[in-house]
């Protein structure tokens, strides 16, 4: 008995002083952003939960691997902002970040698009430029074969095969007598 509640004295503990118990007090940052498009300028803005935190900025593809406009945002309180020139028309995603330098870091993320939506174009090309006209022309079969083919060869084969086999028994049962 004293070891099971040794046990969940020890367990109890290290539930208590982990790192996730711990950093549940603080309270992570929310950060409110919106992206605004007119023609080729976007703008990022956001509202940080504590003013002079420093908080980045950027837009990069949907499924890009790095951004492709990042930089330090602007900060005027607890508003922060940046501004991007020269963006091409495309679907991009903008995100941002406030940092306090430890785990109350908090972000926000938005899809967004430059001029007209990006779409493929859907072109249905024949795959074949001039399309065949009749039957198939497949070549010829067991009936245009004029040589005999492989079939008799086989047959007669088989055929024996099946004559050394029964002579075998025959001459197994005459010694066998014998």
Not at 88 to 113: D, I
Not at 118 to 132: D, E, L, R
Request: proline share 8%; charged share 15%; aromatic share 4%.
């Amino acid at each position: 008995m004293r070891r099971v509640l040794a046990a969940v004295g020890v367990a109890a503990g290290f539930a208590l002083l982990s790192p996730i118990t711990a950093s549940a007090a603080e309270k992570p940052e929310n950060p409110t952003m919106k992206v605004t498009v007119s023609g080729s300028v976007v703008t990022i803005s956001a509202v940080c939960d504590t003013a002079g935190t420093t908080a980045e900025g950027g837009y990069a593809e949907p499924r890009g691997h790095e951004p492709i406009g990042w930089g330090v945002m602007k900060a005027s309180g607890k508003k922060r902002s940046i501004t991007f020139t020269g963006v091409r028309p495309g679907n991009y995603v903008a995100s941002m970040y406030c940092h306090e330098g430890g785990p109350g870091s908090g972000g926000a993320v938005r899809n967004f698009t430059v001029g007209k939506p990006v779409k493929p174009p859907v072109k249905t090309a024949p795959q074949v430029a001039v399309k065949p006209q009749g039957a198939p022309q497949t070549g010829g079969g067991p009936a245009d074969d004029e040589s005999g083919g492989v079939a008799p060869l086989v047959a007669g084969g088989g055929a024996l095969a099946l004559l050394g086999a029964g002579g075998a028994v025959a001459l197994r049962r005459r010694a066998a007598r014998g």
